[in-house]
């Protein structure tokens, strides 16, 4: 007896220790991240391919958002008027700058169109970040390891993306 609460004893240390304990939704996620609440979105993908090298990989979230969520993003200071900025659109979208041509296109290979009328947000979370609210540093790395969240106000669609390399 007293081995078998040993052995569950130890499952469940490991579980927790390991993080498979927790089970976090979508939305939860989100809000934890970004602090933005889209538990009235309703979600049509959810894809996660991390577990490449150190975590390499990329998260991406698009959800169908009610009339009302422009005004979540709006009084939430953390979200900006689109346009995005040089850097963030060139790793999103592709273009040259000083003679280098930038293929990344990160919006176009996950179904993300060219917003003209939204919000975005962007957190650089690599390690040598010095603001995570600014995007100036973006290529200056060897790697990528940011979250970018777009808002559509025509079609009300909510995109959240975490790309890691």
């Known amino acids: 007896m007293k081995m ?5 004893f130890i499952i469940i240390s490991t579980l927790i220790i390991t993080g ?3 089970i ?7 809000y934890k991240k970004i602090n933005t609440d889209i538990s009235n979105c309703s979600i049509e993908v959810d894809s996660d391919n991390h ?30 008027k689109l346009p995005l900025t040089e850097n963030l659109e060139l790793i999103m979208y592709g273009g040259k700058k000083d003679n280098t041509e930038y293929g990344y296109e990160l ?4 179904g993300i169109p060219k917003i003209e009328d939204g919000y975005y947000l962007f957190v650089d979370r690599h390690s040598e970040s010095i603001d995570k609210n600014s995007d100036k540093e973006l ?5 990528f ?9 025509n079609t009300n669609i909510f995109y959240y993306y975490e790309f890691d390399t």
């Not at 078998?4 to 569950?8: E, F």
């Not at 976090?24 to 989100?30: A, G, L, R, V």
């Not at 290529?139 to 790697?143: I, K, L, T």
Request: some cysteine.
């Open 139 to 143: 290529f200056n790395r060897y790697s």
């Open 51 to 80: 577990g490449g090298f150190h975590g390499d990989g990329d998260y991406f979230v698009r959800a169908q958002c009610q009339d009302n969520f422009e005004e979540t993003v709006k009084n939430n200071s953390s979200w900006k």
């Open 20 to 22: 498979c304990g927790e």
């Open 107 to 110: 919006a176009i290979k996950k």
């Open 24 to 30: 976090t939704s979508t939305d939860k996620w989100i």
């Open 145 to 153: 390891n940011f979250t970018i969240a777009l808002f559509d106000n």
């Open 4 to 8: 078998k609460l040993l052995c569950l």
